[in-house]
């Protein structure tokens, strides 16, 4: 039970620092995920909202983080911790959408846009010259996989006849299942899922649409492929974390292992990359281009596609990935029925999974 605390309030933490810091390493024309010309980054509005936003946070992740405790020492329930991380996230949008309002309505109140000459800037060197896909960073997953799925077949005569596929709170194991080659082997299918699933991205995001700034092409597109290039990296780097501990979980179940550091074998791994990817996609993030040509032209006023300043619907554009307008990484353009096909994938990635565990 210690430890899962511990794990829960690492993830509040966790959770928290990276919502105070997000709009630090955004884009500065799009400030809580609206577009506004170069010339108003600085705008006295843009600045207030930000420390409004980051107050509201603090005291939202401070009175989530007290709910937390006093819910866990009420109840002796530390399941309600992963809880009180999810209403830190719906907290940490309310605040984000808050933000959004007010500098959208102060943008269209000051007509920041009037008189601009609006354009778009497209690399057209992606059909001719590409991005590669970084297959020597796939190795290790494939490697972690192949070896977890080696090891299993090799001591499967030799496992217990009933293996322990789910462990509590305090590590001790709360459900078993008989030995056979779905409950066995479950987590050596959801390594090979995970890393179909997340290569498949991987190959998405390198033939993903850049965002462009018009006003400085060249060097815009330059520092797009590098970014693009460090999250494929980083992304694969992360899928292998989550196989190397989802191979420890198979050997604690082959092995009939029982410690209560079970939750870690899995968590920590994944954990330490999830730090590791933020913390270089946030740096190449805010490394932006600003020097080299001067075009005159400024982003085109698209806030119309986002809704919320997050979720993405343009049927009009045929890029199945974009980049975000707040935070890291890239998101799906919803109004591609490759996003639909795309989510049910993983729907039924995570059906297989419970299948094969519950069913044996």
Not at 181 to 202: E, H, K
Request: glycine letters at 10%; a positive charge.
């Amino acid at each position: 039970m210690i430890v899962s605390i511990i794990l829960g309030f690492v993830l509040l933490g966790l959770v928290l620092l990276l919502a105070l810091v997000l709009p630090s390493v955004t884009s500065g024309t799009v400030p809580f995920g609206v577009r506004i010309p170069a010339q108003y980054t600085a705008s006295p509005v843009i600045a207030e909202q930000a420390r409004v936003y980051r107050r509201r946070v603090l005291v939202c992740g401070g009175v989530v983080a007290l709910g937390g405790v006093v819910s866990v020492a009420a109840t002796g329930q530390p399941l309600l911790l992963p809880l009180s991380v999810l209403v830190l996230v719906g907290t940490w949008y309310g605040c984000f959408f808050l933000a959004h309002q007010e500098i959208r309505a102060a943008k269209a109140a000051g007509g920041w846009f009037e008189g601009l000459h609006q354009g778009i800037a497209v690399d057209t060197e992606l059909r001719t010259n590409p991005p590669r896909f970084p297959w020597r960073w796939l190795a290790p997953a494939v490697i972690i996989t192949a070896g977890t799925a080696a090891i299993g077949v090799l001591m499967y005569p030799s496992m217990p006849e009933n293996l322990a596929v789910h462990y509590g709170a305090n590590g001790v194991p709360n459900r078993m299942e008989a030995k056979a080659v779905g409950s066995a082997f479950s987590l050596v299918f959801l390594q090979l899922g995970l890393t179909a699933l997340l290569a498949g991205m991987t190959a998405a995001i390198i033939r993903s649409r850049p965002d462009l700034d018009p006003a400085r092409p060249t060097g815009s597109a330059r520092w797009a492929r590098h970014y693009v290039s460090v999250g494929a990296k980083a992304l694969l780097g992360l899928v292998a974390m989550i196989d190397l501990g989802l191979m420890g979980s198979s050997l604690l179940m082959w092995t009939g292992t029982v410690t209560r550091w079970a939750p870690l074998v899995i968590v920590v791994p994944v954990l330490a990359s999830v730090v590791a990817t933020v913390t270089v996609l946030a740096r190449n993030n805010r490394d932006r281009a600003e020097n080299g040509e001067e075009t005159g032209l400024t982003h085109r006023d698209d806030d119309r596609y986002w809704r919320g300043g997050l979720i993405y619907i343009n049927r009009e554009d045929p890029a199945l990935l974009v980049p975000r307008r707040f935070g890291l990484g890239w998101t799906l353009n919803f109004g591609d029925p490759r996003a639909a096909m795309l989510l049910a994938g993983v729907v039924a990635l995570i059906g297989l999974v419970i299948t094969l565990r519950f069913d044996g």
